[in-house]
Structures are given as structure tokens and as C-alpha cells.
């Protein structure tokens, strides 16, 4: 010891150089909460969903949500607005795709061709009327819940963002996106931006802002503890140095690795705030104690109690160094990769708050001349010890009954945690982003998905109408089953739509009169006849529609869509819905549909010379009335279909082989291969080949960011399609949502892991420390107490465990065993034979006591700070912290030597020995 403190002045100079080292890293610091990154490479969940981002495109989008609560935006200047915006936006590198009311594809057909232009505009490119547009929307279930709300004052951009962007330029593209949106949008409109890479992007802007308030609150709330602990300036500045030395150092080290900062890097600084100090606290309390006690003032007898101090409290800080570094690195076992690099630098923090406490604070003792202090200025003895004292002591029964009651309120409350990583619910109430979120679900589609992806096994299968059928009769299962799922998009959906339009000029199978014969398909469409598409009869834009609505991910383009809107002849069940923006416009259509097919005179004159009783029971006014008994709703659907208005009883797959002039179901696969080939190169985000493709994808597009719905609903949905998915195909779920189910998961599994692996590191120190396996049972005890009254809390009050909460175990049991060990240490060096458990109780508390509550008080308001963060997982985790302190440092001083006063283990005994066989040398 003599040879580490003969040159004082070269510690402080050592550990200077390294901490100015590690400051020069800093600028380096980069923050990083992109979910994806969240779990392993190799995570299957995340694997699938890479391989189907290669095949379908991007996964990062964010949507732009517009309002205006005064105004109609499917007005002339909202038409205006929205297209001014997108083209805007188009300007912007970082983006892939755009999708809006203004550019969505829309298909169209006449005369058995086939159209495909913009939404907002005709085959020549010119501007169409909003009464128009409303038309169109109307005409196609698909827009439903996507494209433009329900009262018409919302509507929603989707934003693909480029693969390969770096987390900083993901963040200033979303800043761009923000002035482009206010700089563009005039005056009576507002806008937001929403889904998970907006998330992601605001967790980070408030990680900043977090840190920026919280690490000089946490700072001036210690040194305030600190003061009125010791009431000395060294008792303040030498364990802050030390804080502030070992958190530099940790943090350098990862802006050397280049391991950036998640939500959970913000928890780093406070912990090393709070917990670092504690090593401090004790060799500089013991030291204050000891000097106070002694006789001399002199420089050779305050360098006498130095070395004395760091031998005497040098072994337990270093054991609880070495426990507490047990404890924050048992998180390094998790698959949750934020939760793993907290564990791994948090140890590294710890052991390097070690160091310098045992190095720094005794270097600096020996250079400081420090005065004793005077006679009316020494501490008061803590009240509070000799209540405790008497409770382990005298009243050892009612010890006994508390502890039991906590224990078992524990074990009854933790199976009611709830088990969820939402990251919209990071966010507290009021909050823009998490507005935004809770508008977009309850009025579009909603902001959280997955994909289902149906696999075949040869060219060609999934243009069978079986596997075709099958996916149609599957998303009106869901949607009617679970209405968290607003809506489910699928591959299906545009052979249906390319067959209806194919087909909207054909006669209906009914008429006022009777049963039209109506002649084949072919008779009307000539599918063979190439000169058609060589002559411009199939009219096409350069569109993505094909491939924006339903990329995988976030929000697919379906995913982060959303906006319900009624459609006159729509609804995936066939149900009738009113239209808010042309009440009159379908009716009208229809109307005219009509009078074309009967005249006025013609109609007049069947009706004078058909009785009532005969009309009724005509096939159309049976097929109507059955209809309507059904559900009234379904009477307008039912009469566009049974007269085929705008090709309403074409929006089918073709299964009737005679309905469609063929001859086999082989013919109909071949019917909708051709289908394709007016499609070709626009559907290649929903299937892996334009004309012949094996597989092809749904979207399910959820009203809820909760993991725990997602996890409950994918079995259900694997059980329907063993039971109903035709033979020689197979099907996979894939998606954001299914990745953040993962995530949850392994956050569980990892908060499980760790407090085990915590609970066994800590054991086997204890039991090889004091070579007694009685040493390491009692010293978890008091431990096992704080982590079950911890998820009893959590069960009583709700607070779900998440990345932020699951680690609150394995830090109390890092924390807490240094009470133990404290006390334990203090209670054996005053142990004796002839002396009673009372008196022994007393020196011990009296010696260690007093530390461990300055200790305690010190870590609690350190992390009570995390209570003033705008992440709820942050506030919560800073209450829980703020509980187990005082339940690990109270239970240390209570439990502890009430075990150690009835059983007297045998290694205490062993240890005085061994203390007075060296006394004896």
C-alpha cells in the first residue's frame, strides 16, 4: 500500500490524463433507438422480415398526417394543398416513394380495357373535380381506412424511406420532412408525423432533451444529499469527483467502440451519478468517523488513517464493487442488445468507479490537510438506527410477520405483470407524436402491421382461384373477427379489382324484366387479341401502385395508411355504407345505368300491365327481399350486383369456369395470368413475379401498438390456414409488429436470465468470500425480498414490463448487495464470543449503518430524478429504483442481523478466530 500512495500527486496526474483521453471521445457519442437494432441479427422474427423487405421493398416509412378541422380537404384547395406537399417531398434524396391522395394509382376500365392513372387525374393527365375523386375512392374497397377519413378533414402521405440510411441522416430526413410540411401547409391546417421510424426519431430527440435536464438535476440533488450527509466539503466534491471521473470514462469508452446510446443510455449517467458514489461515501464516512475518534491531528497520523481506512473498508467496497459489476453485467447475457450494452458498460462504470475511489479519494486525502472537526459541530447520532436496532433486536416477531406479508402479497400480484415493449406508450398522454398515433388508429387503418405471405410451389400458384379464393375468405375472417384488425389488404384484392373492371360494361344477370342471358366473358372481352394492347387500348401512367400499397413494414404503404371512408358499393362483406362526400353522385350513376337499360315508356307500360303480386315474386325482387331481411344494408349492394352496376358482380375471384366462357379451373388460372399481363411490373410489392407468381402477400394493418395482441392473434391466425389453406401451400407472418412481439420476448426472457444469473454471481462471492455456502444464503435473502416486492408492485399497480422495467431486478440485486455486504463486513469485524447479538447489532449499525443510509438516500434521489422524464419506462424504472433502495438497504439492516443474531453461523466464529490468531502473531 505504502508503494500505490508513496507519490500521491502521480495518481491524481494518471487519472487525469485518462479522464482528459476519455472526454475527447465524447463528441464521437452517437444515439441510436432504431428498433430493428434492437434484437439479434440472427432473431428469426427479424430474419424473415429482412428477406421479405429484399423482395417487396422498404421497410421505413413514416406517414404524414394532414388535418384541417374547418375545411374539407377533398375540396379544390385541399386537393391543392396535398399535391403542393407531395411534390414537395419528391425533392427529397433520402425518400424512395411517395404516397398520397394525389398520386395513388387508380384502375379503371371501358369497353374491356384497362386503365391505370392517378387518382386525382384522368388517362391524359389532367386534373380531375373532387366530386370526382370522391367517386373514384368510392368505387374501390381497397381505399377504405387509407386514403382520406371518414368526415374528410384528415388525410395521410406515406413516406418510403430509402434502406441503408444512417440513424443521423434517417433523423435529419425526418427534420426536412418537418419544414418542408411547415413551410407548405397554409394556414388553418396542422400536420404530424407518425409511425414507428417517427418513433424511433423522437425517442431520440427526447433522449437529448432528457439528458440535457436530468444529469445536472441528478448532480446538484447528490451534492445536495451529500451535504447534509456530511456536512463537510471534502464529504460533497471527493465522491462527485469520483462519479464524475468513472462516468466519463464509461462513456468514452463506448464513443471508442463506436456502441452508440438507446433509450436506455440515458439511465447510464444517472446510475454512474448514483451509484458511483457510493464507494466514495464509505471510505470518505470511515475515514471522518476514524479521524474524529482519534486523539492526534497530525499529518502522520491522518496518513496512518488513510491506510487504515483503505484497509479496513477497502475489502467490502471491493467486494461490492464486485457484486454490484456481477449484477449490471448479468444483463450482458441478454439478447436484447440495449439491454446487453447497458449490462457491459455499466460493469465497466462500476469497476471503474472502483478504481478510482480506491485510488483517487485516498491520493487526495493524503495531499488535502484535513481538520478535525470541532466539538460542536460533530454528526448527531441517526434516530433512525436505533429503530431499527430495537426491530431486529427486541422485535424480531414483527420483523418476521412484515416480511412475511411482503412476500406473500408478492407472490400473489407478480403473475398479474403484464408482459409489453409499446413504444408509442413510451411516450406520455398529450404528447404530440403519441396524439398523432392514437388519431391515426381510431380514423385511418392504424400505424402498426404485419404481413402475411402465401407461398406455393411451382410458377404460377398463386393465380389458382383456390389459394386466390382462400385469401379472400381469410382477410373477411380476420377483419370480422378481431376488430383491433381494421383492415387487410391483399394480393387478391387487385385480380378481383382488374376482373370487375374488365367487366363493368357487361349486362347484369338481372333486369327489371327478368333474367338478362347475358353472353360469355370472352364474347365481351377478348383477352387473345393482342393487336388491343398493341393499339392502346390498355391506358397506363408510370405509377407505383402496385408497390406502395402494403410495403412491409411500419406501415407497408398499408401498414402506416389508414383512413376509413364509406364507400357506396364496397365492403369486404358485402355491406352497403353511405358516402359522405357524393350522396348523390352513385345514385345517380345508377339512375342513369338505368334509364339506358330501360326506357321510361318502356317501364311505365310494365308496370300498368304486370300485377303487384307478380313483381314481387320475380327472381330480382326475391333475390332483393332476401337481401334485405338479411341486413337492409346489403339491398343496394345486392341490386349493383345482381345488375352488374360498374361491374359490381364481376369484384369476385373467377370460380365459375361457365360464367367466364372456360372450360376448366386450369382456363380460370390462365384468365387471371392474362389479368397480370395488363398489370405487368406494377404489383411487385405484392408478389414475387408480374405474370406467374409462386408467392404473394396480405397485409394486416392493426388499431393497436400492443405486442400482447399481436402475440395473441398470430397463433389464432396459424390455426385457421392449417385447417383451411388448400393443399401444397404454405404461409408465413412476417412484419414490425411480429419483430416487437420478438423484442418482447426476449426482454422477458432476459429479465428472468439475469436476476438468476445476478442471484448465483452474488451467492457464490458471498459463500467463497467467507467460505460458508451460510454466508451466501443469507446474503440473498434481503435481495430476493427487494426483487419480489419489486414485481409485486408492478402487478399491483399495472406497470408493464418492458425494456426499461425488466431490468430493475438485476440493478436492485447489483445495488443492494452492497448494503449487505456493508453490513455484513461491519457486524463480523465486531463480532465476539462473550459479546451479545444486541451489542454486536449495535457497533455494527452504528459502524456501517449510517453509511448505508447516505448511501441509500443518495442512489434514491439519483434515480428519483428519472421521475421527471418525458419516457414513461424511464419514470416508471426511476420509482421502482426509488422502492427497492429502500427495501434492500432497510431489509439489509433488519433481516440480516436478525439471521445472523439467531443462527450465529459458524464462519463468523471462524473469522474472529482467524482476527485474533493474527493479532496474536
Do not use: C
Not at 377519413?149 to 406515406?158: A, V
Not at 487526495?364 to 441517526?382: A, G, I, M, Y
Not at 416480511?403 to 408482459?419: D, E, G, M, N, W
Not at 379464393?469 to 389488404?489: A, N
Amino acid at each position: 500500500m505504502n508503494k500505490i500512495f508513496r507519490f500521491p500527486l502521480i495518481n491524481v496526474l494518471i487519472i487525469f490524463g485518462i479522464t482528459l483521453f476519455f472526454a475527447f471521445q465524447l463528441p464521437d457519442l452517437y444515439l441510436d433507438n432504431e428498433v430493428m437494432n434492437f434484437v439479434p441479427q440472427d432473431d428469426p422474427a427479424l430474419v424473415s422480415l429482412e428477406e421479405v423487405q429484399d423482395q417487396y421493398g422498404s421497410a421505413l416509412i413514416m406517414v404524414l398526417l394532414v388535418r384541417n378541422p374547418y375545411a374539407s380537404l377533398l375540396s379544390q384547395q385541399g386537393l391543392d394543398v396535398i399535391e403542393e406537399m407531395t411534390l414537395a417531398l419528391e425533392d427529397l434524396d433520402g425518400l424512395e416513394k411517395i404516397q398520397s391522395l394525389s398520386n395513388t394509382d387508380f384502375i379503371d376500365g371501358e369497353g374491356g380495357t384497362l386503365r391505370v392513372s392517378s387518382l386525382s387525374r384522368d388517362g391524359m393527365d389532367n386534373p380531375l373535380s373532387p366530386e370526382e375523386v370522391g367517386r373514384r375512392i368510392n368505387s374501390w374497397d381497397m381505399y377504405d381506412n387509407l386514403l382520406i377519413s371518414e368526415d374528410l378533414h384528415s388525410t395521410q402521405i406515406g413516406l418510403t424511406i430509402k434502406n441503408g440510411l444512417k440513424t443521423e441522416e434517417r433523423e435529419e430526413l425526418y427534420n426536412q420532412i418537418e419544414q418542408i410540411a411547415q413551410d407548405n401547409i397554409p394556414q388553418g391546417y396542422s400536420f404530424n408525423l407518425a409511425g414507428l421510424t417517427a418513433i424511433t426519431t423522437q425517442i431520440s430527440k427526447n433522449m437529448r432533451q432528457d439528458l440535457v435536464v436530468l444529469i445536472p438535476f441528478v448532480s446538484i440533488l447528490v451534492l445536495l444529499i451529500l451535504y447534509l450527509s456530511f456536512r463537510r466539503i471534502g464529504g460533497v466534491l471527493l465522491p462527485i469527483l469520483n462519479v464524475v471521473v468513472s462516468t466519463i470514462w464509461t462513456l468514452g469508452i463506448m464513443a471508442l467502440t463506436h456502441v452508440p446510446l438507446s433509450i436506455l443510455g440515458s439511465i447510464i449517467p444517472v446510475l454512474m451519478i448514483a451509484v458511483g458514489s457510493a464507494y466514495g461515501i464509505h471510505l470518505v464516512s470511515h475515514f471522518y468517523d476514524e479521524m474524529e475518534r482519534s486523539d492526534k491531528d497530525d499529518k502522520e497520523t491522518k496518513r496512518h488513517l488513510v491506510f487504515h481506512t483503505v484497509k479496513v473498508v477497502g475489502i467490502p467496497v471491493i467486494m461490492a464493487g464486485l457484486t454490484t459489476m456481477a449484477g449490471f453485467g448479468a444483463l450482458a447475457v441478454s439478447s436484447v442488445i440495449p439491454m446487453k450494452i447497458f449490462g457491459i458498460f455499466t460493469a465497466f462504470g462500476v469497476g471503474s468507479a472502483l478504481i478510482v475511489a480506491l485510488t483517487l479519494i485516498p491520493s487526495l486525502l493524503l495531499l488535502h490537510p484535513v481538520k478535525k472537526r470541532k466539538q460542536n459541530e460533530k454528526t448527531k447520532e441517526l434516530p433512525l438506527l436505533n429503530s431499527l436496532i430495537a426491530l431486529s433486536t427486541k422485535k424480531q416477531g414483527l420483523l418476521v410477520i412484515i416480511t412475511l406479508i411482503l412476500f406473500a402479497s408478492a407472490i400473489y400480484f407478480t403473475p398479474r405483470v403484464k408482459q409489453d415493449n409499446n413504444l408509442i406508450a413510451y411516450f406520455k398522454e398529450g404528447t404530440a407524436i403519441r396524439e398523432a398515433d392514437e388519431f391515426i388508429n381510431r380514423h385511418f387503418a392504424g400505424t402498426t402491421n404485419f404481413n402475411i405471405i402465401i407461398k406455393g410451389q411451382d410458377k404460377g400458384d398463386l393465380n389458382n382461384p383456390e389459394i386466390l379464393q382462400f385469401m379472400d375468405q381469410y382477410k373477411s375472417w380476420i377483419t370480422s373477427t378481431y376488430p383491433e384488425v381494421k383492415k387487410v389488404i391483399s394480393y387478391s384484392d387487385f385480380v378481383k379489382r382488374i376482373n370487375q373492371v374488365l367487366h363493368q360494361d357487361t349486362p347484369g344477370r338481372f333486369t327489371l324484366n327478368g333474367i338478362n342471358q347475358s353472353p360469355a366473358l370472352t364474347d365481351n372481352v377478348n383477352l387473345n387479341q393482342s393487336s388491343d394492347w398493341d393499339n392502346g387500348s390498355v391506358e397506363t401512367q408510370d405509377s407505383d401502385w402496385g408497390s406502395d400499397w402494403g410495403d412491409s413494414q411500419e406501415s407497408d404503404w398499408s401498414s402506416d395508411w389508414g383512413g376509413s371512408q364509406d364507400s357506396d358499393w364496397s365492403g369486404e362483406n358485402g355491406e352497403a355504407q353511405d358516402s359522405s362526400w357524393s350522396d348523390d353522385s352513385s345514385s345517380s350513376d345508377l339512375q342513369e345505368n338505368q334509364d339506358a337499360a330501360f326506357p321510361q315508356e318502356e317501364t311505365e307500360q310494365t308496370a300498368r300491365e304486370t300485377p303487384p303480386l307478380a313483381i314481387e315474386a320475380s327472381p330480382l325482387m326475391d333475390s332483393l327481399w332476401q337481401a334485405y331481411l338479411g341486413n337492409p344494408q346489403n339491398f343496394m349492394v345486392e341490386l349493383a350486383r345482381l345488375t352488374n352496376h360498374q361491374g359490381m358482380d364481376y369484384y369476385e375471384i373467377p370460380l365459375d369456369p361457365q360464367k367466364y366462357g372456360q372450360q376448366t379451373e386450369e382456363d380460370l388460372a390462365n384468365l387471371i395470368s392474362q389479368y397480370l399481363l395488363l398489370y405487368s411490373g406494377n404489383l411487385s410489392n405484392w408478389s414475387d413475379e408480374a405474370i406467374e407468381p409462386t408467392q404473394a402477400k396480405m397485409t394486416a394493418q392493426l388499431s393497436t401498438d400492443s405486442s400482447l395482441f399481436t402475440d395473441q392473434l398470430v397463433p389464432d391466425l396459424q390455426r385457421y390456414a392449417d385447417l383451411h389453406l388448400p393443399q401444397g401451400y404454405t404461409i408465413d407472418f412476417v412484419g414490425t409488429a411480429l419483430v416487437q412481439g420478438s423484442l418482447t420476448k426476449l426482454i422477458v426472457k432476459s429479465a428472468v436470465m439475469s436476476i438468476l444469473l445476478s442471484i448465483v454471481l452474488v451467492f457464490l462471492i458471498l459463500s467463497v468470500t467467507y467460505k460458508s455456502i451460510w454466508a451466501g444464503l443469507m446474503g440473498i435473502v434481503p435481495l430476493s425480498l427487494t426483487v419480489m416486492v419489486n414485481f409485486g408492485l408492478m402487478g399491483l399497480t399495472g406497470i408493464k414490463l418492458d425494456i426499461s422495467t425488466a431490468m430493475v431486478g438485476s440493478i436492485a440485486i447489483g445495488i443492494g448487495i452492497d448494503y449487505t455486504i456493508h453490513f455484513l463486513s461491519s457486524y463480523g469485524h465486531h463480532f465476539q464470543k462473550d459479546r451479545s447479538p444486541r451489542e454486536i447489532t449495535h457497533l455494527a449499525m452504528h459502524s456501517s449503518g449510517k453509511a448505508i443510509i447516505y448511501n441509500a438516500l443518495s442512489v434514491a434521489a439519483g434515480f428519483a430524478v428519472l421521475l421527471f422524464s418525458r419516457f414513461n419506462p424511464l419514470m416508471y424504472f426511476g420509482g421502482l429504483i426509488v422502492m427497492t433502495m429502500a427495501i434492500s438497504s432497510l431489509s439489509a439492516l433488519t433481516l440480516l442481523p436478525l439471521m445472523l443474531n439467531h443462527f450465529r453461523p459458524k464462519f463468523l466464529i471462524k473469522l474472529h478466530e482467524g482476527k485474533l490468531a493474527k493479532e496474536r502473531e
